[in-house]
């Protein structure tokens, strides 16, 4: 906030307090200035206290130190470090808006024309917030033109040509297939599991193998990096989970206390706490300092092979069907049950599943559920009301699910060798990728929804360009 938007005559100090109070999300615009600025740390202290969400979004290749060190090591970060600017402030609109509450309607029903009204006050802040959300988007965009020729006509540039859309690399060195993948440190490196024991880094600029992390005793079955990029869990058939620095590329400790194998592994949006399924039918609630056990998830008549966290943190969902052996099994019990990720309540079961549940996940703003499995079909159910509102046929058993940041879009992996891209809305599809040599167990967007990374049986990870 500049003097100029101050009333003449009101204290600024009080100002400040004011808009910070009143606000739902901080956009902390960061760089070395910004690290070294003491009103920056008070502006970003009295948010915090607050409860205001805070986006740090990084315009320079700088660690924070000091108390934005203590405030912001858990948050995941934007980074807006290349070139063209436009490109990181749209994903930066897009993520303001998901934590504002928007979120794209399925096949929304047609209704008679109305005046329009405020419902609420806290629809006149949601609206407000996005706002100058926007606002904030078009100053940095003003601001940084020059930095980085954003806005300045150029004909010996012309438009550039968007990339193409397609394979854009292979990653090959794990000598069995690969299990699972996760972009890490800033989204410019990946990690992948394998049922060779180990977990691999990787650049995905160049494709080089960067290091492997060992330690499991047999092989890895799930691999997922902390919301900042720079931490680890990965887990598999010898029941232990690992924490691993990535950054620092060693072993931190150990999570024990499953009693079969591990199948999936995600971290609360806050970094502080894992969540962990396995084969034994239940779900482990980790705290990620410690390694110490906070909570168990039981009541699942099966093996449970996958869990997803809610983007605010507060809820859980968990998949379950076949057993060690036969993880596609025809006929079962399949449960999809929706979790109080505090108390360890159960809070809904979905019904309708026909198939053994693979995979499952949130939409962005955790409005919705989505399950996939083997009796090849996608579903979506509503989170708050247990009901099924969509469902799309595969052409072959699904293995897993993601959505994209923006919710617009979903990706599924499964057992004929290609990934499938479709609309969040219809589910109707949109584009058939293939490349994989055979099943692919793992698929993930990139946090701008704009690349994706694949984990297939043919022992590779292939990185892939979406469409716009």
């Known amino acids: 906030m500049a003097p100029r938007d101050i009333v003449p005559g009101r204290d600024w100090g009080d100002a400040i307090i004011e808009a910070i109070d009143g606000s ?23 948010a915090v206290s607050k409860g205001v969400i805070v986006i740090p979004l990084r ?35 897009e993520k303001v808006r998901l934590l504002l509450g928007s979120e794209p309607a399925p096949r929304p029903k047609p209704q008679a024309a109305r005046p329009a009204t405020w419902r609420s006050s806290r629809t ?62 800033g989204g410019r490196h990946a990690l992948s599991s394998s049922n060779d024991k180990t977990v691999r880094l990787w650049d995905l600029e160049t494709g080089q193998l960067l290091h492997v992390f060992e330690g499991h005793s047999q092989q890895v079955n799930f ?55 396995s084969y034994d039918m239940t779900v482990r609630v980790w705290d990620v300092e410690t390694g110490d056990e906070l909570d168990c998830f039981r009541g699942h008549s099966g093996v449970v092979n996958s869990v997803a966290v809610s983007f605010d ?11 060690r052996t036969s993880p596609l099994p025809t006929s079962g019990r399949y449960e999809l049950w929706l979790w109080d990720l ?70 599924t992996a499964g057992v004929s060798s290609a990934i499938q891209l479709w609309d969040f809305a219809s589910l109707g599809p949109i584009r058939r990728f293939e490349g994989h040599k055979d099943t692919v167990y793992h698929v993930i967007f990139s946090s701008d929804g704009r690349q994706a990374l694949t984990a297939g049986a043919d022992k590779t990870v292939r990185l892939w360009q979406l469409p716009e």
């Open 24 to 46: 739902r999300v901080m956009v902390l615009v960061f760089s070395a200035n910004a690290n070294d600025s003491d009103q920056v740390k008070r502006e970003v202290h009295q």
């Open 59 to 93: 315009l320079e290749a700088v660690t924070p130190k000091g108390a934005l060190q203590f405030y912001m090591t858990a948050v995941h970060w934007l980074d807006a470090l290349t070139p063209p600017l436009e490109q990181h402030l749209k994903v930066l609109s």
């Open 124 to 185: 006149a802040v949601i609206v407000a917030g996005f706002v100058a959300a926007l606002g904030l988007a078009a100053f940095l965009y003003w601001l940084l033109a020059d930095r980085t020729g954003a806005g300045q006509p150029d004909a010996s540039r012309g438009s550039p040509e968007p990339p193409p859309v397609g394979e854009v690399r292979v990653l090959s060195g794990h000598t069995e297939a690969v299990s699972s993948v996760a972009f890490c440190l």
């Open 223 to 277: 691999v997922a990096a902390s919301p900042d990029g720079r931490l680890a869990l990965s887990g598999g058939r010898d029941n232990i989970l690992w924490l691993w620095d990535v950054e620092g590329r060693k072993r931190v400790r150990s999570f024990v206390g499953h009693t079969d194998a591990i199948t999936q592994i995600v971290f609360t949006p806050d970094g502080r706490r894992a969540l962990s399924s």
């Open 313 to 323: 943190g507060r809820r859980a969902v968990t998949g379950t069907g076949g057993t």
């Open 342 to 411: 505090e108390t360890g309540e159960q809070l809904m079961a979905f019904e309708g599943q026909t198939g053994a549940i693979l995979a499952v996940t949130f939409s962005a703003a955790g409005q919705f559920v989505l399950a996939a499995g083997g009796d090849s079909k996608l579903r979506r159910w509503d989170a708050e009301t247990g009901k099924h509102t969509e469902t799309a046929d595969g052409s072959s058993p699904f293995t897993n699910v993601a959505v994209s940041p923006d919710s617009h879009r979903v990706l």
